[in-house]
C-alpha cells in the first residue's frame, strides 16, 4: 500500500511541471516527479508521514490523481491535522488517489469509473471542457514518470465512509 500513495505524490509533483518537461519527468519515478515540483509538497509531506513512499517509488505502475497545495489548502486545517495524526486513515485516503496501472488521459476520458488502490471507486466525468474524477477537476493531465502518470487535481478525494 505505501508504493501506492507515492504515487499519487509523483503525480501531484508532475502536473505542476511545464508541458516542456514531461520527458524528464519520465526518468524520475512518481515520488520524484512529485518532490521536485513544489506545488505538490503538502501531498508529499503525507505520502512520507504515511509510509508510503517505497511503493510509489517501486516498479509497480501507478496512475495518480495528485491534489496540489491549493486543493489542500481547501481542507479544514483541523481535518488535515486529524488525518496527518491517523496513519491508516492517512494511507487510506491517499490511495482513493490512485489506480493501478498507467492511465493516460485518453483512457480515462472514456471510463465512467474505476476502483482505487483503496479499494473503493471513483467515478469520471466530462461537463463542458473539463474532465472531474468525483467533483475534483482534472487540471494539469499526462505527467509521466519511469513508473506511472499523474494527473493534478484541484480537490481532495475522500474515500467512501464504512
Known sequence: MPK???????AIAALALPVSSASA????????????????????????KAGLVGVLSGKTSYTVF???????????????????????MLKKVLLYHVLPGKMPASKVLKMKSATTAEGS????SVRGDN???????????????????????N?????PEG
Not at 480537490?155 to 474515500?159: A, H, K, Q, R, T
Open 131 to 153: 474532465a472531474f474524477v468525483n467533483e475534483a477537476k482534472i487540471v494539469k493531465t499526462d505527467v509521466r514518470c519511469s513508473n506511472g502518470i499523474i494527473h493534478a487535481i
Open 4 to 10: 501506492r500513495l507515492l504515487v499519487l505524490i509523483a
Open 66 to 88: 495528485a491534489p496540489t497545495n491549493a486543493a489542500f489548502a481547501k481542507v479544514p486545517k483541523k481535518t488535515l491535522n486529524q488525518l496527518a495524526a491517523d496513519k491508516a
Open 25 to 48: 519527468a519520465a526518468s524520475k519515478n512518481i515520488v520524484e516527479t512529485a518532490a521536485a515540483n513544489p506545488k505538490f509538497s503538502t501531498l508529499v509531506s503525507l505520502v512520507k
Open 155 to 159: 480537490g481532495v478525494l475522500l474515500p
Open 121 to 124: 471507486k471513483v467515478t469520471f
